[in-house]
């Protein structure tokens, strides 16, 4: 364990030097390739959680960070992305002992093949691959996850560090206030300044921090009420000074699900109290959130935050229903519908729909798949929600919360593509069947 946070620290001290210098001297990204494949091949799962530690810091620099090579920007999400698509996707073809782990295998690489032909119809084959890196690199971590971990100081290792991902989101939003003019108001952050982070993406991850701290204090530490108590508040401060709707739903069903199906946890009624009595002082501002989703719009005010989306969903169906039956199977290219906003109404804009992304830009295949993935593991989570293991029962609970929130979340638009998010929800999931195969392997010990 020593040995472990020793080269952990070192290797992340390291990582975020470089990072820092990497601005001023572009001669060090050779070696910064170089270091993080040597971590990659030797310590794989660590490497994957200084990943998720530093996630929020990563994210950012995609913005914070210009490299001036000819006129190309560094998109940090995408090459992080596809350093773990290189590394990590070997792990989808390791031998998978569960069968529903293996269906669920199978359908994914379904997946990952319907959604390449998106690619050659997106207007930059650049940004297309971009694109694809973005969605299938969720999947490589779930089965990257269910390989790596290995045994219960494993499933432990993780959640703590996983749940390490708060201290990070705090470091990212107190560095955004010393970076140019700060935007914290009790109206809302504008943009994280200094970040690099839209506030649509960070107020997301908040919430999911505090589903990550949920589970890891339901799981592993159930005692430790002083740093959860801390973390819960400083996290539900930050999400109510972000004042974005997605997260507040992403919030609301981890809370609701969890009270439902951790009845016996006296957590999750004294977090229902809290919520309610805010939900009381703070009923405008909720109202508010309501409103701005469901009040009618013209075209003309359509990019305005007041308007609603309904409009938005109309917009890209309509140019789907007339595209060519090719483009109903396998999409109209990544990014390419989004010129359809700015023929009407003179501005980009996504869809703000999941489901609607991956119908436009990837086709009905790939949507139906992306149903098929998150179908089959809520099937496998429900079986094992009354496990006779307690953190198997616990885990498998929590990953039912998790993909509920990801298939309601998907109607305003939540995850697609959206890898700082995607990433942590579907490690879980991946630490979830590690559980169930752990487990078994031990049933097996214990019978021989």
Request: proline share 4%; charged share 10%; with cysteine.
């Amino acid at each position: 364990m020593k040995k472990d946070k020793a080269v952990f620290i070192i290797i992340a001290s390291i990582i975020c030097g470089l990072l820092v210098l990497i601005q001023e001297k572009l001669s060090l990204v050779i070696p910064l390739i170089i270091l993080i494949g040597i971590c990659l091949i030797k310590k794989p799962l660590l490497s994957l959680l200084i990943f998720f530690i530093f996630g929020p810091l990563i994210w950012s620099i995609s913005d914070a960070l210009y490299i001036p090579i000819s006129i190309m920007r560094i998109n940090t999400p995408v090459i992080v992305c596809g350093v773990i698509v290189v590394f990590y996707s070997r792990y989808l073809f390791f031998p998978i002992e569960i069968k529903a782990v293996r269906i669920l295998r199978n359908i994914s690489l379904i997946f990952m093949a319907s959604c390449i032909p998106a690619i050659f119809w997106s207007r930059s084959m650049i940004s297309g691959v971009g694109q694809y890196i973005r969605i299938i690199s969720p999947l490589i971590i779930l089965f990257s996850m269910y390989q790596l971990v290995r045994s219960q100081r494993h499933i432990e290792i993780t959640l703590k560090y996983m749940s390490l991902v708060t201290i990070a989101t705090l470091t990212t939003m107190g560095l955004s206030l010393f970076q140019g003019v700060p935007t914290v108001v009790l109206s809302g952050i504008q943009r994280i300044t200094g970040s690099g982070l839209f506030v649509q993406q960070f107020a997301k991850f908040v919430a999911l921090n505090i589903e990550i701290l949920l589970l890891y204090f339901t799981t592993i530490k159930r005692k430790l009420t002083l740093p959860l108590s801390i973390g819960l508040s400083s996290l539900s401060i930050i999400l109510f000074l972000t004042y974005h709707r997605t997260s507040w739903l992403i919030l609301f069903i981890s809370i609701i699900m969890g009270a439902i199906l951790f009845r016996k946890e006296r957590l999750y009624w004294v977090i229902l109290f809290g919520g309610s009595i805010a939900a009381i002082i703070f009923h405008d501002e909720l109202i508010n959130i309501i409103l701005r989703f469901i009040t009618p719009s013209s075209l003309e005010d359509i990019n305005r935050i007041s308007s609603s989306r309904f409009l938005l969903y109309t917009l890209y169906l309509r140019e789907f229903a007339n595209a060519d039956p090719i483009h109903w199977l396998f999409g109209m290219g990544y990014g390419d519908p989004n010129q359809i906003t700015d023929t009407v109404i003179g501005t980009y804009l996504p869809p703000h729909n999941d489901y609607i992304a991956y119908l436009v830009e990837a086709g009905i295949i790939t949507l139906i798949l992306y149903f098929a993935i998150l179908i089959s593991v809520t099937i496998y989570s429900l079986k094992n929600n009354q496990s006779e293991n307690p953190q198997i029962k616990s885990l498998s609970r929590h990953t039912t919360i998790i993909v509920t929130l990801m298939l309601l979340a998907g109607i305003p638009g939540a995850f697609y593509g959206n890898v700082m998010s995607s990433w942590y929800l579907f490690a879980l999931i991946g630490v979830f069947f590690a559980g169930v195969r752990i487990r078994k392997a031990q049933h097996f010990e214990d019978k021989a």
